[in-house]
């Protein structure tokens, strides 16, 4: 189920129950502990390097290999282990759709 409302004030949105990393709406610091909104629950997710507005992060622990889910959808996999607050990018994401070799 999609979230209907997101908190103004949260730092980052979560769209849906599925997502693994949420999208920051202002640049964070590492070191930063962040209070995002999580199907209506406050997750405390603590900030490992500095990121970019619009950039994402991972909201849990991701293992090698498993899908990164944004707005409910997978939108690659994880091509190393990345820690909750770890910055999510082309550096640790591999995309996955419209790979000829991913058929």
Not at 1 to 25: G, Q, W, Y
Not at 49 to 74: C, L, M, N, V, W
């Given at each position: 189920?999609?979230l209907e409302t ?60 498993e899908h990164i ?35």
């Amino acid at each position: 189920m999609a979230l209907e409302t997101f908190d103004r004030e949260s730092p980052a949105i979560v769209m849906h129950e599925k997502d693994n990393v949420c999208t920051l709406i202002r640049p964070v610091q590492a070191g930063e502990e962040l209070i995002i909104d999580v199907q209506g629950q406050p997750h405390t997710v603590l900030i490992r390097q500095d990121t970019p507005f619009g950039h994402k992060i991972a909201i849990r622990s991701i293992q090698a290999g498993e899908h990164i889910y944004k707005y409910g959808e997978s939108i690659g996999m994880a091509s190393v282990d990345i820690q909750a607050g770890e910055h999510v990018h082309v550096h640790n994401l591999e995309g996955i759709r419209g790979r000829g070799d991913r058929a």
